[in-house]
């Protein structure tokens, strides 16, 4: 018996009226209810979204930016969303509303824009407290656990939209405040250099200051020493002054009776000149009568002529003293004179001689006596003019001794208000000399200044230069780059064309397992009659998994058929996903069958464990290196994650390197079933109690 015998006579079997056809065919598109409807509901249902209500709740009232601009975010946002049509969404009126609608499922979720939503987004840009703006999602998992990570996805999405265009606005502020610190710089630049020249000019006249300060520094020093001075003569001019004063008030003292002296001596020079002008007629009358008195007497007695002649003389000058006309001492030289003219006693010629000479000496003492008589007119005419005079020098006295007290007062005032110019011309002094160490100073500190000013212009040029000044090209490049400094470049080896296209991978090799075990419901793992034959072991395995092997390829080109035709999976190496498809049927349906002839009824179950192993291990939903580490050991045995990676790389266009070695395990675990069912053959060709009783049938 050969194995195509074998297979041919099961096939023969199951087809050999209408419900055993009817049978096949129905478990030939087991995997087509499982996979490619599984597929067709789920193919797109990103696309359907926009049939789920959501409720929309605009509370935003909108915010003035720093530059004056007007920002509606809020209302910007909900337009965005309602252009979109991403979801059907619905207008509501309040957040009360909203919430309700979502608890009992008229909405799917809620999103709520709050009052504040477009004051937060410009708080940034005014460096005040800034606050996030905030989007309120109100979802509920009990109208779909997945909706919420959609939701969450969306949300995402609009936050980095309003962000970025949020960003974008005030990264474009912000460079335009740099454009503006760059312009302004500069004009501080120039306003630094304009100081530095200046600050130069002043250096310059506190240069002239300086010298300016030195000179009056000396200035004031002779000032104060031509003071001192000052203060020395007005103090000896105010002692002189008070000496002239004390002399003058003396002489005024003195004088005080000089005009009634004057007056009296006046009186007495004019008695004086009478007196001697009445003594001048007498000893000119007695002159005369002296020559004829002395010849009359000559005879008597000379001597006693001559001594009478003398007591005369000697009364006369006695009068002439007393008058006043003579001094003692004239009078003394007169009456010397007389006496040294001797009169001979006895001879008349001679005494005649001597009366004559006598005469004529008394002739010349009466000129003598004349002359006395008119200066003594002429000293009481004097004294007269000076009797006049004297009131009048007596009041200039006493005008020079009152001027002479004011002068002194005068004098001591002026030694008083020189002392204080002194010591005002030394405080200017102190005060000049604080003056020039000041101007110094000044000049030090504009020296100082000009050359920090010099350095501010010089660093407010480099400083300029160093912050940008972006054109409004530049400035719309860099904000948007600040706004969203990471871009994402996605380079995609391989990438499906839509949701259905990224489970079509594990939903066509789970389904085409599901379908070959629902085959051995209905199919012989072994034949009985071919166990009762003498066909080596192999031949009967082999023949009785032939039959499982074309139904279970039949399932796979249907399921490959409807999938990529009328689903459009459109696969990138359709040929070769046929082939894997292929080759997974080959590979399952070995398994499957050689577990169930191996343990009759429970390899179901194996299978069935087999087949729940695989679906948490294959990793396809989630990749398999996140779920527990028991099961990396499971994904690493079975091949069910070794097709699913296969196929995805043939579907979406992925490396081709993985396919060989694939196909190779593929081969192996065929070869596998094969021997299972082999020993399984054997095994069965012994028949016990238990193969004509078993303990359990399923």
């Known amino acids: 018996m050969t194995v195509l015998r074998l297979a041919r006579s099961e096939l023969k079997r199951m087809t050999g009226g209408l419900l055993p056809k009817l049978t096949i065919l129905a478990l030939a598109l087991v995997p087509l209810l499982y996979g490619a409807v599984y597929l067709y509901a789920n193919w797109d249902p990103y696309g ?258 001559a001594q009478a002649q003398q007591s005369r003389v000697v009364a006369s000058t006695g009068r002439l003293v007393a008058a006043g006309v003579l001094t003692q001492e004239q009078a003394d030289k007169v009456v010397a004179d007389v006496d040294a003219t001797p009169v001979p006693p006895t001879a008349s010629a001679a005494a005649s001689s001597a009366a004559a000479a006598s005469g004529a000496k008394l002739q010349a003492a009466a000129a003598q006596v004349q002359k006395l008589s008119d200066g003594s007119a002429a000293v009481s005419a004097g004294a007269s003019q000076l009797a006049g005079a004297a009131p009048a020098l007596s009041d200039a006295v006493a005008k020079a001794s009152a001027g ?60 300029a230069g160093k912050v940008p000044n972006p054109d409004d090209a530049q400035k719309n490049s860099l904000s948007k780059v600040m706004a969203d400094p ?90 070769l996903m046929w082939f894997l498809m292929l080759a997974a049927a080959m590979a399952f349906s070995a398994i499957i069958q050689g577990v169930v002839a191996l343990l009759g009824s429970p390899g179901k179950l194996v299978v069935l464990i087999l087949l729940v192993l695989q679906l948490v291990s294959s990793g396809g939903t989630f990749p398999w290196q996140t779920t527990p580490e028991p099961l990396h050991v499971v994904h690493q045995i079975l091949p069910m994650g070794y097709v699913v990676s296969g196929m995805r790389h043939l579907i979406y266009g992925a490396d081709l390197a993985l396919i060989l070695p694939t196909m190779l395990g593929l081969v192996g675990y065929t070869l596998l079933g094969l021997a299972m069912s082999t020993v399984a053959v054997r095994k069965n060709k012994y028949w016990t109690l238990k193969t004509l009783k078993p303990e359990i049938a399923v």
Not at 139 to 152: G, K, Q, R
């Open 48 to 305: 359907k979204l926009n049939q789920i209500d959501a409720a929309l709740v605009v509370q935003d009232s909108g915010a003035t930016a720093a530059d004056g601009t007007r920002l509606e975010a809020g209302r910007k946002v909900a337009e965005s969303l309602v252009d979109g049509h991403v979801f059907n969404w619905k207008t509501v009126a309040s957040t009360e509303e909203a919430d309700q609608g979502v608890s009992n499922g008229t909405y799917a979720f809620a999103l709520k824009i709050p009052q504040d939503f477009s004051a937060n987004l410009v708080s940034p840009g005014s460096f005040d407290a800034a606050n996030q703006a905030m989007l309120n999602v109100t979802t509920n998992d009990a109208n779909n656990y997945l909706l919420s990570t959609i939701v969450d996805k969306l949300t995402t999405a609009v936050h980095t939209t309003v962000a970025k265009e949020v960003g974008e606005e005030t990264a474009n502020q912000l460079l335009t405040g740099f454009g503006t610190i760059h312009t302004q710089m500069l004009k501080a630049s120039d306003g630094a250099g304009q100081l530095a020249d200046g600050v130069a000019r002043l250096h310059e006249g506190t240069v002239t200051l300086h010298q300016g300060t030195g000179e009056l520094k000396t200035g004031a020093t002779e000032l104060y020493n031509g003071e001192l001075k000052l203060r020395d003569g007005a103090a000896s001019l105010s002692a002189g002054a008070g000496q002239l004063s004390s002399g003058l008030t003396q002489l005024k003292d003195k004088t005080a009776a000089l005009p009634a002296n004057a007056q009296q001596l006046a009186d007495g020079a004019a008695q004086v000149a009478a007196g001697n002008a009445a003594l001048n007629t007498a000893f000119n009358n007695t002159v005369q009568a002296i020559p004829g008195q002395l010849a009359a007497a000559q005879q008597a007695a000379q001597q006693a002529a």
């Open 404 to 463: 002479a007290d004011q002068l002194a007062g005068g004098s001591a005032a002026l030694a008083a208000g020189q002392q204080n110019a002194v010591d005002g011309a030394g405080r200017l002094v102190q005060g000049a000399q604080k003056l020039d160490d000041g101007a110094a100073q000044l000049e030090s500190g504009a020296a100082t200044a000009s050359d920090g000013a010099g350095t501010l212009a010089a660093e407010l040029a480099k400083g």
């Open 486 to 575: 990471v871009a994402v470049s996605n380079v995609s080896q391989a990438k499906a064309g839509s949701y259905g296209a990224g489970l079509a991978p594990f939903f066509l090799t789970l389904a085409l397992w599901i379908g070959i075990f629902m085959l051995v419901q209905a199919m012989r793992p072994v034949t009985q009659r071919a166990l009762a034959s003498n066909a080596p072991a192999w031949k009967i395995a082999a023949g009785g998994w032939l039959p499982f092997l074309a139904v279970s390829a039949v399932q796979a080109s249907l399921l490959t058929l409807v999938v990529d035709v009328g689903l459009g999976l459109d696969p990138a190496h359709p040929v």
